[in-house]
């Protein structure tokens, strides 16, 4: 250790960080959580095979039997799988909180003067760019095994657009999740057992007619379903503003509920 | 004098759990100051407090002569962190988690480069520095958690058992940092287990028990106040050890300790070892070794808390893990 590492003029300390400089932490933090990926190849699994798998074997395995041909399977339920694989996306966020709370690194950022949000928005704007990064994986193979978009580039904008804003909402369940369990795998075991119910009592995957009519009764109120009828209406063909307008909805109450409940229970943890 | 660190009653709870029963501090600016107490006496809690982690119930801070509450931001551009609590990123490299603090620091991308490569080199990490830090060795992870905390910089260092679990070889590297960064002109808040490091460390050292300072001063003024000397004798059979502390226990009227075949205890009254030897002799003991020497700071701890500091780690290993 020499005596250069260690003096210097520390920089005249502010009283609170600009905004400016809370977006050049986010963004730095961002880059944090895109480049762990790095050091962590289970993640890559998570992210790009897991979706691709999901694809093959809806497409193949149940096309067939759903709608008469893996072809026109594809067109009713790559929306599905899209809406399902976004949910299930949205948990990596909690599971990264959870493993920075336990492990101390959010202590370690909470001690620096960064701005106090900054950490967690960095998370989500990661998280939104691996959501993306997804979709775009998902759309390619559809399109590969023969997907065609039917309302061109201005659907594809908003399918896009549409989803990263309802994941953007609904990842503050997953944060809230995060702060609440004790360890990470709680967040995942959280996820199979609420998420995997939600995503398959909708018709991401199958037409509700067969079901029965209790169930359907839930199905078409399922923000699953709602989302997914969006994405087909945006990527394939039918009603747009219906859907598009009901899963903004959704998305605004998931917001306004859990987003103030995820903030306090982190201001109760840390 | 000026003082890096005040603290004035601090008090925090968790539930039914008091950590911190009216903590007052003062430690002045460039020196090394001890925190020492076992286990869940509260001394993580007074660091997340006066790191600005958490805040306390009662009472009031300040770092570097800014409110840790008020102006935690100001207080948190002074100090570097390092502890059981805060960590590095398990999934970055050595060369990536100091990047990321140079970054949020607002060094420039060159900038945070360059302190990473010298922080890496000085801490002997070069070679490790684009491995993930989950491939690290205990010792390693710890001299990059140091460096984490250095990369800004701080005026003030809280280290937060910085030894704990370690080996002797790297634990005594840790202290040799240590002693470069004072010699730096750094402050550091050291809290530990480890009376030999605290003696080892610090120039001055407040003892935490319950939530409470219950003494402080120079390791020196610690040890002579809490009187006096210690007795040790070490019978050639071990057989006799129950005598000999009979004995012990009789001439000083103080209770006697026996570990490593050797009794222990101590005495206040010059007169007590001529004592203890005739005592012997007339018992026909005979003696491997018979010492009278100052008291340790772990007698000292012992004397103070009515107990030892090394026993209590396991009993309440769990106790500060939950509240802190």
Same mark, same amino acid.
């Given at each position: 250790m020499t005596a250069a590492t260690l003096t210097g003029a520390p920089p005249a300390p502010a009283?609170?960080?600009?905004?400016?400089?809370?977006?050049r932490h986010t963004l730095t933090l961002a880059w944090r959580s895109l480049v762990q990926i790095k050091h962590n190849p289970m993640e890559l699994l998570d992210l790009s095979i897991q979706p691709v798998m999901f694809v093959l074997l809806f497409t193949y395995v149940f096309g067939g039997a759903i709608s008469g041909s893996p072809g026109d399977y594809l067109k009713f339920a790559l929306p599905g799988i899209i809406v399902q694989n976004a949910f299930f996306a949205t948990m990596t966020t909690g599971f990264g909180l959870n493993q920075d709370l336990t492990k101390g690194v959010f202590d370690r950022l909470r001690a620096l003067p960064v701005a106090r949000w900054a950490p967690l928005a960095g998370r989500i704007v990661a998280d939104t760019v691996k959501q993306a990064w997804s979709l775009v994986l998902l759309l390619g193979i559809g399109m590969i095994l023969g997907f065609r978009l039917g309302a061109g580039l201005p659907g594809l904008v908003g399918a896009f657009a549409l989803l990263l804003a309802f994941s953007l909402a609904a990842s503050w369940i997953s944060v809230l999740v995060g702060v609440l369990v004790s360890e990470p795998d709680k967040v995942q075991i959280f996820g199979f057992m609420v998420i995997f119910p939600l995503t398959f009592t909708s018709n991401a995957f199958v037409p509700t007619e067969t079901m029965p009519s209790w169930l359907q009764r839930w199905v078409e109120v399922n923000p699953v379903t709602i989302l997914a009828d969006a994405l087909r209406g945006l990527l394939v063909s039918g009603p747009v503003a219906g859907p598009v307008g009901q899963s903004l909805l959704w998305a605004a109450g998931i917001l306004a509920v859990f987003a103030p409940l995820a903030v306090r229970a982190l201001r109760r943890r840390v | 004098m000026t003082y890096a660190i005040r603290a004035e009653g601090l008090v925090r709870r968790f539930g039914a759990t008091t950590a911190l029963a009216g903590v007052d501090l003062a430690v002045p600016t460039g020196a090394v100051f001890g925190l020492l107490g076992p286990n869940g006496?509260?001394?993580t809690t007074a660091v997340r407090v006066l790191a600005t982690l958490l805040a306390?119930?009662?009472g009031h801070a300040t770092v570097g002569g800014y409110d840790v509450r008020r102006d935690a931001h100001r207080v948190r551009q002074l100090i570097g962190l390092t502890g059981q609590y805060a960590s590095v990123d398990e999934n970055l490299t050595g060369t990536e988690n100091?990047?990321?603090? *140079?970054?949020?620091?607002? !060094?420039?991308?060159?900038?945070?480069?360059?302190?990473?490569?010298?922080?890496l080199a000085d801490f002997q990490l070069s070679d490790a520095a684009e491995r993930a830090a989950k491939t690290y060795s205990g010792g390693m992870r710890r001299r990059l958690d140091l460096a984490a905390s250095l990369v800004g910089r701080p005026q003030v260092l809280f280290l937060d058992e910085p030894t704990t679990g370690l080996d002797p070889r790297s634990r005594n590297e840790l202290w040799d940092i240590v002693r470069g960064l004072v010699a730096d002109g750094v402050t550091v808040l050291l809290t530990t287990q480890y009376l030999e490091e605290a003696d080892q460390l610090a120039g001055e050292i407040a003892v935490v028990d319950?939530?409470?300072?219950?003494?402080? *001063?120079?390791?020196?003024? !610690?040890?002579?106040r809490t009187g006096g000397q210690v007795l040790a004798v070490r019978p050639t059979d071990p057989a006799d050890l129950p005598t000999v502390a009979a004995i012990a226990a009789e001439v000083t009227g103080a209770a006697p300790e026996i570990a490593q075949h050797t009794v222990s205890v101590p005495v206040n009254d010059p007169r007590a070892l001529p004592a203890v030897v005739r005592r012997l002799d007339a018992a026909e003991v005979t003696v491997a070794e018979l010492a009278l020497r100052g008291s340790s700071l772990d007698e000292v701890f012992l004397s103070l808390t009515g107990h030892r500091a090394e026993q209590d780690v396991a009993a309440d290993a769990d106790l500060e893990r939950i509240p802190a």
């Open positions: 009283r609170r960080p600009s905004l400016a400089a809370g977006l | 006496a509260g001394k306390a119930d009662e100091l990047l990321l603090i *140079g970054r949020l620091l607002g !060094l420039s991308r060159a900038d945070a480069r360059g302190r990473a490569r010298q922080l319950h939530g409470r300072v219950i003494a402080q *001063g120079t390791p020196e003024e !610690l040890k002579t």
